[in-house]
């Protein structure tokens, strides 16, 4: 699978990348749907079966559409390449073409398309957030918007700035004052797509869902993946993520690592972003995106006041 990474340096470069992936993602659905037909035509329950096999692909091949090409597009392809937004992609690249191919086969659109037509809004934007800010724990690189950027976005997703601005000007404000914004503590993952449970939804903090088993309470990023493990929870139910397996003491520690909160995180959490080649993980900036914010946005010390003071 790929990483989330530039997806060219000029508009050519993007345009061939996004039309690729376009046609990855379209042959995948396609060929969903068409095994889901044959299978429908085999009777209602199958029939029911067929529908709800098609919802679920779509929704897990969503997550993965979101969290590698969302960045991508928003954040890391540099301003003079970006021939359109992530949500003008999926929703006119992918979304428009998915619901051509169930039209074509007479079948409904999953129950929850207007939860996901919402999501294209914020979703993506929320994630970056949470791999910027846990970077260290994965083998990518990773940077903040620059001030042009972030008017782009502004232009882009009308209230971007309200409701994820806030969250950048205060990692810049610490980098500039020193303090690299790193977390102390284990991203909570998705028991069921695994990605880390920080969707901030427009004018609300992060929202958790949750449901308990036998005495194990179970979390997910989204109704829709609550759905999904609640169809199949025998199957589910028994695995568990990085952080409930470090929770349950799974994870191999030193005995150092027991007496000591440093090392305990260096162990692990920042030791995920070691690969062969080095450490990843990294701001390849070394928030000099940051320090433009001081430099070229005289909007900013007021928007830190503002934060500051909410």
Same mark, same amino acid.
């Given at each position: 699978?790929? /990483?989330?990474?530039?997806?060219?340096?000029?508009?050519?470069?993007?345009?061939?990348?996004?039309?690729?992936?376009?046609?990855?993602?379209?042959?995948? &659905?396609?060929?969903?749907?068409? +095994?889901?037909? /044959?299978?429908?035509?085999?009777? #209602?329950?199958?029939?029911? @079966?067929?529908?709800?096999?098609? @919802?679920?692909?779509?929704?897990?091949?969503? #997550? @993965?559409?979101?969290?590698?090409?969302?960045?991508?597009?928003?954040?890391?392809?540099? %301003?003079?390449?970006?021939?359109?937004?992530? #949500?003008? +992609?999926?929703?006119?690249?992918?979304?428009?073409?998915?619901?051509?191919?169930?039209?074509?086969?007479?079948?409904? &659109?999953?129950?929850?398309?207007?939860?996901?037509?919402?999501?294209?809004?914020?979703?993506?934007?929320?994630?970056?957030?949470?791999?910027? $800010?846990?970077?260290?724990?994965?083998?990518?690189?990773?940077?903040?918007?620059?001030?042009?950027?972030?008017?782009?976005?502004?232009?882009?997703?009308?209230?971007?700035?309200?409701? +994820?601005?806030?969250?950048?000007?205060?990692?810049?404000?610490?980098?500039?004052?020193?303090?690299?914004?790193?977390?102390?503590?284990?991203?909570?993952?998705?028991?069921?797509?695994?990605?880390?449970?920080?969707?901030?939804?427009?004018?609300?903090?992060?929202?958790?869902?949750? /449901?308990?088993?036998?005495?194990?309470?179970?979390?997910?990023?989204?109704?829709?993946?609550?759905?999904?493990?609640?169809?199949?929870?025998?199957?589910?139910?028994?695995?568990?993520?990085?952080?409930?397996?470090?929770?349950?003491?799974?994870?191999?520690?030193?005995?150092?690592?027991?007496?000591?909160?440093?090392? $305990?995180?260096?162990?692990?959490?920042?030791?995920?972003?070691?690969?062969? @080649?080095?450490?990843?993980? %990294?701001?390849?900036?070394?928030?000099?995106?940051?320090? %433009?914010?001081?430099?070229?946005?005289?909007?900013?010390?007021?928007?830190?006041?503002?934060?500051?003071?909410?």
């Amino acid at each position: 699978m790929d /990483k989330p990474k530039s997806l060219g340096s000029n508009p050519e470069e993007v345009k061939s990348e996004l039309a690729r992936r376009a046609e990855l993602i379209s042959t995948r &659905l396609k060929r969903t749907i068409e +095994f889901a037909n /044959k299978l429908g035509k085999r009777g #209602r329950q199958l029939k029911e @079966a067929a529908e709800y096999y098609i @919802a679920k692909s779509f929704w897990l091949n969503w #997550r @993965a559409i979101a969290a590698l090409t969302g960045p991508s597009m928003d954040y890391l392809t540099p %301003l003079d390449g970006r021939i359109m937004s992530f #949500r003008e +992609f999926i929703t006119e690249w992918v979304g428009a073409q998915f619901k051509r191919q169930l039209e074509d086969y007479g079948i409904e &659109l999953p129950w929850y398309w207007k939860y996901w037509e919402e999501e294209t809004k914020w979703w993506h934007h929320s994630f970056e957030l949470g791999i910027y $800010l846990w970077r260290r724990t994965l083998n990518i690189h990773n940077r903040g918007p620059t001030p042009e950027e972030r008017r782009w976005l502004e232009e882009k997703y009308p209230g971007w700035e309200e409701n +994820f601005g806030r969250y950048w000007d205060l990692y810049a404000k610490n980098y500039i004052e020193g303090r690299p914004p790193l977390p102390k503590t284990a991203p909570l993952l998705c028991n069921m797509c695994q990605v880390p449970l920080i969707s901030i939804k427009p004018g609300r903090h992060v929202v958790i869902y949750q /449901k308990e088993i036998n005495g194990r309470v179970y979390n997910f990023c989204s109704p829709v993946c609550m759905w999904i493990f609640e169809q199949e929870v025998e199957r589910y139910k028994g695995h568990m993520t990085y952080v409930d397996r470090m929770a349950a003491m799974k994870i191999k520690l030193s005995p150092e690592a027991l007496t000591n909160i440093e090392r $305990l995180w260096d162990e692990i959490i920042w030791n995920m972003g070691f690969t062969e @080649a080095g450490e990843a993980g %990294l701001d390849p900036t070394n928030g000099a995106w940051a320090l %433009l914010y001081k430099e070229k946005d005289p909007e900013y010390q007021k928007r830190i006041a503002k934060w500051m003071e909410a």
